[in-house]
């Protein structure tokens, strides 16, 4: 369970964040969406500690993440940045093995290199083990980001836009992997994204947290507080969400 | 490792090349200089990897962000107060302890100022630091005219990096320091590969970054303030040992970079020092043989990139 009480924050002198109280269950696909610059991307950083609240509280699993520390915070929730750098000579088996870095600190042991195998096993991964990271398409990099991500074997894993820039393949792709991620019986994690194709929002979200202007839209169960209506107060223009082949396709009207 | 054969070969042809009697006297005097030049090469290439991992650029060092210029402006203006004689007058050993010891809070003061926002903004910086450095030498210029030619002959000779004078007290504190330095910056390899990956990535896994910056500063602050105040500023020695580190291993892991650009600085300057003696006859300055070959290096670097 992610709790956000009364949380505001501002970035040189202007509010970013407005007063946001709301809760997301502990299972499922939670999608963050609302228009550019509504303050998406700072909400996620802000509940992944990157950002420090000017008031108002962050409570995931039952611990503040503005009052812990950074290894603490790193056991209970990974996070896929925008514009993930990386750096040269890096192949993907290593980069998805810093994933175990809040595990072992810099001390691997087998178990971290079993498990950084299986990952890469896992998100078929492993012939491009030996890659360096710099050389793969775009598609194949944000799918080794996302192994790193998790790796880290988090309850949470929050993605800021993860399928920016990506083809219909490689969304397609993500979206599959996160949503077995997502309903693992063995293994559950909280996915949360930032998504700006509504489409695919409504297709794959099981929960929806809209901001505009900073402001809390609506959040709670995409089926039931997901209406055309509301949808289009969000994006101040005309957007209806019609059912194509049993799946709901979100257009402009 | 082939480095340290690398090492071991440039040691034995800087000893043993054109050895004559008296043999003991000559080697005694020898490894005296050897240690001194091992010294400097090792912490100047394991500072400078430590330093471009925390910019996140592969051009930048420590002397290009302007701490050359600190030093020169700190030694003319050091001669300015004091005077041409008062500054040969210094009592050496606490002469060079209040040099390194001012060097280290100054270059740490300077890459505060650069790095307060992380590397992030990696234009800010660089143009901070050539700025600064611009700023300083044209300080310390300004100071050098005021001065008279034997004052400013003093500065001069201050000015370049000399391994001709060392004084073995102060190479006593130099080495110790500078093992304890090196050995911290080994410590700290796991996490500056962590470092690599960025500020944000660095801390969603739980790496507290900005005390790791502030500590990977420090010991390099602390490398290259010593190593400068032991013989002088050598501008591109760092970058030569660096790129050659990078270039020979093909790896991010600094458990081996820093060690390997440890090795390969060493080799430098003692085999440079060895062909500067022996072949050149003294008729110049080691640091400017060094920097001859680092200023192309350097140029052929910016040249050949493609990336970034």
């Known amino acids: 369970m992610i709790e956000v009480e009364n949380l505001t924050l501002a970035r040189g002198g202007a509010a970013v964040l407005r007063d946001l109280t709301f809760r997301i269950p502990a299972r499922g696909i939670t999608a963050v969406i609302g228009p550019n610059g509504a303050g998406k991307s700072t909400l996620l950083h802000t509940l992944a500690g990157l950002m420090r609240p000017d008031a108002g509280s962050v409570t995931i699993a039952g611990t503040d993440i503005h009052r812990a520390r950074e290894d603490e915070r790193a056991l209970i929730l990974s996070l896929l940045t925008q514009s993930a750098g990386t750096v040269p000579r890096l192949n993907v088996r290593d980069l998805v093995g810093f994933g175990r870095w809040p595990h072992h ?143 709901t396709v979100v257009m402009d009207t | 490792m082939a480095l340290g054969g690398l090492l071991v070969l ?45 910019a996140a650029n592969r051009l930048l060092t420590p002397g290009i962000v302007g701490f050359d210029a600190l030093f020169i402006f700190i030694q003319t203006t050091l001669v300015m107060i004091l005077g041409g004689v008062g500054y040969a ?23 505060g100022v650069l790095f307060r926002k992380g590397a992030e903004d990696v234009i800010r910086m660089i143009l901070t630091g050539v700025i600064l450095g611009a700023l300083l030498r044209g300080l310390a210029e300004f100071v050098q005219r ?3 030619p034997s004052e400013f002959a003093v500065v001069q000779q201050a000015s370049i990096a000399s391994f001709n004078s060392v004084d073995e007290g102060q190479l006593g504190i130099a080495a110790v320091v500078l093992v304890l330095a090196l050995l911290a910056a080994w410590r700290l390899a796991p996490a500056l590969d962590v470092a690599g990956l960025g500020r944000a990535k660095a ?106």
């Open chain 2, 89 to 111: 007058d210094l009592p050496e050993t606490p002469k060079f302890l209040a040099e390194a010891a001012g060097l280290t809070a100054a270059a740490m003061a300077l890459f």
């Open chain 1, 105 to 247: 600190r810099g001390r691997p042991t087998q178990a971290d290199a079993r498990l950084t195998d299986e990952v890469l096993e896992r998100f078929d991964l492993t012939d491009l083990g030996g890659r360096e990271v710099e050389e793969l398409s775009g598609g194949q990099k944000q799918r080794a980001f996302l192994a790193m991500a998790y790796a880290q074997a988090t309850p949470w894993m929050l993605l800021d836009e993860p399928l920016a820039a990506l083809d219909p393949k490689y969304t397609r792709d993500i979206m599959e992997r996160l949503r077995a991620i997502a309903s693992d019986p063995d293994d559950p994690r909280g996915v949360v994204l930032v998504l700006h194709d509504l489409s695919i929002a409504a297709d794959h979200a099981d929960w929806c947290v809209a901001l505009k202007d900073g402001r809390l839209h609506c959040a709670g169960p995409w089926r039931d507080s997901m209406t055309s209506d509301r949808l289009s107060a969000l994006y101040d223009t005309p957007l209806r969400m019609v059912s194509v082949e049993g799946r």
């Open chain 2, 203 to 308: 801390r969603t896994l739980g790496l507290p970054h900005d005390r790791l910056v502030l500590a990977a500063l420090g010991i390099v602050a602390l490398l290259v303030s010593v190593s400068t105040a032991l013989v002088g500023p050598i501008t591109f020695l760092g970058l030569l040992a660096a790129s050659l580190a990078h270039a020979a291993l093909r790896d991010f892991r600094h458990t081996v970079l820093i060690p390997a650009a440890a090795l390969i600085g060493a080799s430098i300057l003692v085999a440079g020092q060895a062909v500067f003696e022996r072949v050149l006859g003294l008729q110049s300055a080691l640091a400017i043989v060094v920097e001859f070959a680092g200023g192309l290096l350097f140029l052929a670097l910016v040249l050949a990139r493609r990336r970034t």
């Open chain 2, 10 to 54: 440039a040691v034995a042809l800087f000893l043993l090349w054109g050895l004559r009697a008296p043999v003991a006297f000559i080697l005694s005097l020898r490894s005296e200089k050897l240690a001194a030049l091992v010294l400097v090469g090792a912490a100047t290439g394991a500072a400078t990897v430590i330093f471009q991992t925390i």
């Open chain 2, 146 to 148: 005021l001065l008279d």
